[in-house]
């Protein structure tokens, strides 16, 4: 019956179907398998799944790109988390482009207000008159072509890339020392090499075979607080500019800013603070805000205000405190007393000290160390990393 609808009709239908089940229908006989052919119904059917607009041409056939390429790596299509550095993690976002997929790694901007940076890792593609589907290794730091993907299966959150006989470049040292600057020039704007950056990078290299990723979750439950759960960026003195996820967690009630990139003080996935109940704010006069001990005798007996949306309390840093990024306020919206996570380098001796966790709208917020004399700006990135998605 529906080879006996207009050609434009019987398109339309199957556009509106599964894929598996297309590829069901074109089992039926050599008419229907023949329809199942029509780029048009896979150049719908792309747009419909994946928003991806792609163009038939000689080369490249949308049917052939969406039955071996984008509908098995359906589930691959997202943000990562990479697992397998000690202390360390990074962002891998994998989107469809028009005749390919694009693994691209996410660096965190070396300014909070500067966006991130995209870095190409892998392209997946295949031609019309290629039956292999290719794998294009774009990583400067792990030259190879041989790269295997374990892709996730059946809604799996583990995806896992191993690259195999790499070029070594300690056989030559000025092609070390020169991928190192590459690495730091990226991940820290080219400052001069410390021993943090060194280090960041001797274990980001030797770990170039092999990147192991988990989903990144990006549904959130609500928090207790007047500001949006999401991802962040914030500033982190000697360590950058790192990622945290404003969230519930399972180890602790309240709300945490969990770290999704980390360093050796506190790594990724630990907690770096935590808020309490968000009810009730501080209400810390000008003269205890203007010095730290001022402000410490004040959080020995607070007092408090009732949080209303209209709520508009005085700001300001102690003196001697240390700005890691500027700060433009002088009202928030809401501050509260938290508690910050520090550590010694390689995560020992981990202890929660006094901090003050404060509001100034939905996409910044700062976090006061009160022993480290020391405050972060936090700035909301969710939807630069959902972007494409």
């Known amino acids: 019956m529906l080879l006996e609808f207009p050609a434009e009709l019987q398109v339309r239908i199957l556009s509106n179907l599964?894929?598996?089940?297309?590829?069901?229908?074109s089992q039926v006989n050599q008419s229907f398998h023949k329809l199942c052919q029509e780029e048009t119904i896979w150049l719908?059917?792309?747009?419909?799944?994946?928003?991806?607009?792609?163009?038939?041409t000689e080369e490249f056939s949308p049917r052939i790109?969406?039955?071996?390429?984008?509908y098995p790596y359906r589930k691959a299509l997202g943000l990562w988390q990479r697992q397998n550095l000690k202390y360390y993690s990074s962002i891998m976002k994998v989107s469809v482009r028009s005749d390919h997929l694009l693994f691209e790694e996410m660096i965190p901007p070396v300014e909070l207000r500067e966006q991130f940076t995209f870095l190409p890792f892998l392209q997946v593609y295949r031609n019309r008159?290629?039956?292999?589907?290719?794998?294009?290794?774009?990583?400067k730091i792990a030259l190879s072509n041989q790269v295997k993907i374990i892709k996730p299966v059946s809604g799996g959150d583990n995806l896992t890339v191993i690259i195999s006989n790499i070029e070594d470049h300690t056989m030559n040292p000025s092609d070390w020392r020169q991928v190192m600057l590459d690495f730091i020039s990226i991940v820290a704007g080219g400052v001069e090499i410390n021993d943090l950056l060194l280090m960041r990078f001797v274990q980001t290299y030797h770990s170039r075979a092999l990147y192991s990723y988990s989903k990144l979750n990006l549904s959130w439950p609500e928090i207790p607080l007047p500001i949006r759960p999401g991802i962040f960026v914030g500033s982190y003195g000697p360590h950058g500019v790192e990622v945290i996820n404003l969230t519930r967690d399972s180890s602790r009630p309240g709300t945490c800013g969990?770290?999704?990139?980390?360093?050796?003080?506190?790594?990724?996935?630990?907690?770096?603070?935590?808020?309490?109940?968000?009810e009730q704010c501080l209400r810390i006069p000008r003269e205890d805000q203007e010095n730290l001990p001022n402000l410490v005798s004040f959080l020995e007996n607070p007092t408090f205000v009732q949080y209303q949306d209209n709520l508009e309390i005085d700001f300001f840093t102690p003196a001697g405190c240390a700005e890691r990024a500027s700060i433009p306020y002088n009202k928030c919206k809401g501050r509260w007393m938290?508690?910050?996570?520090?550590?010694?380098?390689?995560?020992?001796?981990?202890?929660?000290?006094?901090?003050?966790?404060?509001?100034?709208?939905?996409?910044e917020f700062a976090v006061l160390f009160i022993e480290l004399a020391s405050i972060s700006l936090f700035r909301r990135v969710t939807p630069e990393l959902t972007r494409g998605l």
């Open 258 to 278: 969990v770290k999704v990139t980390g360093d050796p003080n506190v790594p990724f996935g630990q907690v770096s603070f935590h808020i309490g109940s968000g």
């Open 44 to 56: 719908n059917l792309a747009w419909k799944d994946f928003k991806v607009k792609l163009k038939t």
């Open 129 to 139: 008159l290629d039956q292999t589907i290719k794998v294009k290794n774009l990583s």
């Open 338 to 363: 938290c508690e910050c996570q520090v550590a010694q380098h390689g995560f020992r001796d981990p202890s929660f000290i006094p901090g003050n966790f404060i509001i100034f709208n939905q996409d």
């Open 18 to 25: 599964p894929a598996p089940d297309i590829s069901t229908v």
């Open 65 to 70: 790109f969406y039955q071996s390429v984008l």
